[in-house]
C-alpha cells in the first residue's frame, strides 16, 4: 500500500545510547518532516526536508540530526539520547498544500 | 510566529448527538488550515483543509468545518457521532509565506459514548 513507512515500531533506550529513526514514502513527495507527539502538546516539528538534499530545524531540534537519503528516505538520528527524548515520533511527507501522510510512529522510551 | 489553540482537551458526547470541536488560531498572514484525526495507536489522518475559497469545508466521515477569518476561528462540526468517531482531534496551520510547515494544536480528544 502506497504510504509512510516507520521503523522500528517500539524502541526502548538506555540513556545515553544513539538510534536512528527510519523514514520512507514512495509517493514521491518532495517535503518530508519529523514530529514528536507528547500528552497535550500535540505534534511539534523536529526538523523538516523542502526537498531532496535540502534539510531545515524545526521547532525542537536539539538533540536530534537528520538525513534526506534521497527523495523517498529521511531519517531521525538520536546521538546521546535522553529521558526527555521519550516521545512517539512521527514521519509524514507532503506535496504542495494537499495535506501531509503520516507514517504510524516510534514509540521510544529512554529509560 | 503562528500558533493554534484547541479550547477543550476532551470532549465527552452521546452517540448521534451533534459534537462541535473549537480551534482558535493567531497569524499575521493568510493561512491554511486543516484538521486530523487519530485513532488509538495509529498516525493522523487527514480529515479536511481550508485552503482558500468557500468558508465552509466539507470533509470525510461526515465532518465539516468553517473558517472564520474575523474571529480567526476553524470549529469542527459533526451533527451526528458515532462510537468510532471516538479519537484524538488536531487543528493544523501552515503560513503560506513559510512553506509547508505545520503547527499543530494541543488536541481534542473525543470520547463518543453509548
Known amino acids: 500500500n502506497a504510504g509512510v513507512t516507520q521503523t522500528p515500531k517500539f524502541q526502548v533506550l538506555k540513556t545515553g545510547q544513539s538510534m536512528t529513526l527510519q523514514c520512507a514514502q514512495d509517493?514521491?513527495?518532495?517535503?518530508m518532516y519529523w514530529y514528536r507527539q507528547d500528552p497535550g502538546m500535540g505534534l511539534r516539528l523536529i526538523y523538516y526536508?523542502?526537498?531532496?538534499?535540502?534539510?531545515d530545524k524545526g521547532e525542537v531540534p536539539n538533540g536530534y540530526n537528520v538525513s534526506r537519503l534521497n527523495k523517498r528516505e529521511f531519517s531521525l538520528r538520536l546521538e546521546s539520547a535522553a529521558p526527555s527524548q521519550t516521545s512517539v515520533y512521527f514521519c509524514?511527507?507532503?506535496?504542495?498544500?494537499?495535506?501531509?501522510?503520516f507514517g504510524s510512529g516510534t514509540r521510544l522510551t529512554v529509560v | 510566529a503562528q500558533s493554534v489553540t484547541q479550547l477543550d482537551s476532551q470532549v465527552p458526547v452521546f452517540e448521534e448527538a451533534p459534537v462541535e470541536l473549537r480551534c482558535n488560531y493567531s497569524?499575521?498572514?493568510?493561512?491554511?488550515l486543516f484538521w486530523y484525526v487519530q485513532y488509538p495507536n495509529q498516525g493522523l489522518q487527514l480529515l479536511l483543509k481550508?485552503?482558500?475559497?468557500?468558508?465552509l469545508v466539507k470533509g470525510i466521515n461526515g465532518f465539516e468545518a468553517e473558517f472564520n477569518k474575523s474571529q480567526t476561528s476553524f470549529h469542527l462540526r459533526k451533527p451526528s457521532v458515532h462510537i468510532s468517531d471516538t479519537a484524538e482531534y488536531f487543528c493544523?496551520?501552515?503560513?503560506?509565506?513559510?512553506?509547508?510547515?505545520?503547527?499543530f494544536g494541543g488536541g481534542t480528544r473525543v470520547l463518543v459514548k453509548p
Open positions: 509524514a511527507s507532503s506535496e504542495a498544500w494537499n495535506g501531509y501522510t
Open positions: 509517493m514521491n513527495h518532495n517535503s
Open positions: 526536508s523542502a526537498s531532496e538534499g535540502t534539510t
Open positions: 497569524s499575521s498572514v493568510s493561512v491554511y
Open positions: 481550508y485552503l482558500s475559497g468557500s468558508t
Open positions: 493544523a496551520v501552515s503560513v503560506r509565506a513559510a512553506g509547508n510547515k505545520l503547527t
